[in-house]
């Protein structure tokens, strides 16, 4: 905790600064919180990931885990709000199995308990990925919550304003808003499209210096000598490793959680779906067939483009390996390992 909080600091100076914290046990939720309080006064509110479904988190009763342990989510709330005088906001899924919803039952009380808002995945743990996330269920959840004046936030497939549009209408209904996430990843631009309404074909030299930008602030981060350089690079290698999952099957789409970005000028039916498959595909111009590809090598080269040439026997390997990547001409650098 004490090492991220330089980051807090920055991130607040800059924009709102949101943390998100993960933890099964009441107490160290309660000092952590504190600890934030004490120390950046840059932050906004505190949110705690009562969702998260990766086995490290889960296995240690945190994340997901507290789905199985209601009374438990309500001790880490109460104790949260009781250490700081921030906001508190959750974060959580459906339920832990697939056949045995909860969250609408502790949405009703969430307010009493401390919480201000809570973001609700339309998914179950058990679910990880697969299958769309249950926008009905959503709205249920917002409707139980509503009378306490909780406020709650959707997510789950938003990559387009007119996603946004179906769930939050016009603003007046139940729902407060939505949370955008693997959408933001693939496409950071989704903001901009919800709030002038149109899907932007956005040219391939547009998102070259959408990174671009990101390697700025890599580099006036971590700093502009050889560590910083490769520090950037690593961190925009995974940004491009999840950008482009490119899947073969609908069974790949739902293990893998979907595929990247497809301009919109080459899709036949606007807006992309999360979970569609496609396969490789011929940009109209070099650079947007570069950014399309799903080869580590090719990511490599991009990095080379913004960062210069990387050292010498440079390998990638995702730090979240997925087995989404494929190509054409399968070799050692497809399944995730590259050479510059």
């Known amino acids: ?18 943390p998100h914290i993960a933890g099964g046990f009441p107490d160290a939720i309660a000092r952590t919180c504190q600890l934030i ?13 009562m969702g998260c479904p990766i086995d490290i988190v889960c296995d240690r009763g945190a994340g997901s885990a507290l789905l199985l342990k209601p009374k ?48 609700l995945h339309g998914r179950t743990r058990q679910q990880r990925y697969s ?48 949370m955008i996430a693997r959408g933001a990843l693939i496409k950071p631009w989704v903001f901009t499209e919800i709030k002038e309404q149109r899907h932007w074909d956005i040219s391939a030299g547009e998102r070259l210096d959408l990174l671009r930008s990101f390697v700025g602030a890599g580099l006036e981060h971590w700093g502009s000598d050889s560590r910083g350089v490769e520090n950037c690079r690593k961190f925009l290698l995974e940004w491009l490793s999840y950008t482009h999952r490119r899947v073969t099957s609908c069974m790949e789409a739902e293990q893998t959680g979907g595929v990247g970005y497809i301009p919109v000028g080459l899709l036949e039916v606007v807006p992309q779906r999360l979970h569609w ?63 510059g």
């Not at 299958?131 to 709650?152: F, H, M, N, T």
Request: a negative charge.
């Open 37 to 49: 309080d004490e120390c950046c006064d840059t932050v906004d509110w505190v949110d705690i990931n």
């Open 131 to 178: 299958r769309l996330a249950d926008w009905d269920y959503i709205q249920k959840c917002a409707e139980v919550a509503q009378p306490s004046g909780l406020q709650l936030i959707g997510n789950g497939d938003v990559m387009s304003y007119t996603d946004w549009n179906a769930h939050v209408g016009n603003g007046q209904g139940p729902l407060a808003a939505c």
């Open 72 to 119: 438990k989510i309500k001790d880490i709330a109460e104790a949260a709000d009781r250490s700081m005088s921030l906001p508190l906001t959750l974060k959580t899924r459906k339920g832990y199995y697939d056949d045995q919803d909860v969250t609408h039952t502790l949405v009703g009380s969430m307010r009493s308990w401390g919480a201000c808002a809570l973001t």
């Open 1 to 18: 905790m004490l090492a991220c909080l330089p980051f807090l600091k920055i991130a607040g100076a800059h924009m709102v600064a949101w």
């Open 277 to 339: 498959r496609a396969p490789p595909l011929i940009g109209r111009s070099d650079l947007e067939t570069l950014l399309a590809s799903d080869s580590p090598a090719d990511w490599i080269r991009i990095s080379e483009l913004l960062l210069g040439k990387a050292p010498d026997n440079f390998t990638f390997q995702p730090k979240h390996k997925s087995n989404a990547y494929s190509s054409s001409a399968a070799t050692g650098k497809e399944e995730g390992q590259a050479e």
